[in-house]
């Protein structure tokens, strides 16, 4: 296809054929080679193809799914930086690949506005791993580009991938999955309490699909959830009702009159009807994976970056389920007793700067004599 390296793997495949009272069992494997984000990102594009074998989990399945891949992401703060009061805001994001050490991260762009700077990736055990973004920009990649003196509207996808390298073993969201209007959302991440709270509590908000529809030309945003979200949530994954990522959540909606199925209707509203009715909603966005995954193909830049990646596609392993059960799980993957302090580990580079990260309109707000010489 184009002489682009097709990468394809199936696990687990058993195919029985009865012939003349004799079962046979024959395992098939495809595996190749990917060289360029353009042929990764076909290889994504495959994984489109129904799962026959993906079932509906409860609220508490999906939550053990959420709870091991949410992360937070957001800049590292300095000395001086909360005792200056300058703002912090981290956002959220879901771990989606793999490549050997190295995991790959979808967040929002807005969420990593503050390019130049050092960020940390906080994953469900607690650990903080640091994202070089100052000496080399191949760490945080922009899937969308803003535009306005204060990045006001976005071309593309609101969504960047960021890498962090680490040699434990995390879960992967089983992705893409596929929103349908009227069926199970559900959205994790970490919301700012207010208040310069120190405190973080993930929240894992159920809800609906109360539309799909065609990408909207300020960031790209096509999923319309009533999942209750929070700031800060911002990048945090979206799950259907069979654990699979649909999309990353990235803004509040306001209240609007839509048409749905009146099955739908009755869920919300506790009645019967069967016909199409009008009803008021507020609604949340979010850009779909597929949409994540199509766009990958088309950024050139991108392919020295994302080589050999790997792709967990559905269904959700019961094994991942286990093990993020709440009696299980550890306590840093719901609760962080004082973000501030998480941000503020020494990471390599803090030894030899003695300024704010980044600077204006960014995570951490600073005027342009505070940042950092470039």
Not at 219 to 241: H, L
């Amino acid at each position: 296809m184009n002489g682009w390296k097709k990468f394809f793997q199936t696990r687990n495949l058993k195919s029985t054929i009865f012939i003349a009272g004799v079962i046979t069992a024959a395992t098939i494997a495809f595996t190749g080679k990917m060289t360029g984000l353009t042929v990764q990102a076909d290889a994504i594009a495959q994984q489109t193809q129904p799962v026959t074998d993906s079932k509906t989990l409860n609220q508490t399945e999906i939550d053990a799914i959420a709870s091991q891949t949410t992360v937070v992401v957001g800049q590292d703060l300095q000395k001086g930086d909360v005792e200056a009061r300058r703002e912090f805001n981290p956002g959220s994001g879901v771990i989606i690949a793999k490549r050997d050490n190295i995991y790959y991260v979808a967040t929002n762009l807005h969420v990593v506005r503050g390019r130049g700077g050092f960020y940390g990736v906080r994953t469900f055990d607690g650990e903080v791993y640091p994202v070089d973004d100052e000496s080399t920009r191949s760490n945080i990649v922009p899937m969308g580009k803003e535009q306005g003196e204060s990045g006001e509207t976005i071309q593309g996808l609101d969504v960047a991938i960021v890498q962090f390298k680490s040699d434990k073993n995390y879960p992967l969201a089983n992705l893409p999955g596929s929103p349908n209007q009227g069926e199970r959302a559900f959205v994790s991440g970490w919301p700012d309490p207010g208040n310069e709270t120190a405190r973080r509590q993930r929240l894992f908000a159920p809800g609906e699909v109360i539309r799909v529809t065609p990408r909207t030309a300020d960031g790209g945003y096509s999923i319309q959830y009533s999942c209750e979200t929070q700031r800060g949530m911002s990048g945090g994954p979206v799950f259907n009702d069979r654990g699979e990522l649909v999309g990353i959540h990235g803004r509040a909606g306001e209240a609007t009159s839509v048409s749905v199925p009146g099955t739908l209707v009755a869920s919300l509203m506790g009645g019967n009807s069967i016909a199409q009715t009008a009803i008021q909603s507020k609604f949340n966005l979010g850009i779909r994976v597929s949409d994540l995954t199509e766009e990958a193909k088309k950024i050139q830049p991108l392919a020295g970056v994302f080589p050999y990646i790997k792709f967990e596609p559905p269904p959700v392993q019961p094994a991942v389920v286990s093990r993020g059960m709440p009696e299980k799980r550890p306590r840093s993957a719901d609760t962080i007793d004082d973000i501030y302090k998480t941000f503020s580990r020494d990471f390599k580079h803090a030894a030899v700067r003695d300024c704010p990260s980044a600077g204006s309109r960014t995570v951490l707000l600073g005027t342009s004599e505070e940042r950092c010489p470039e």
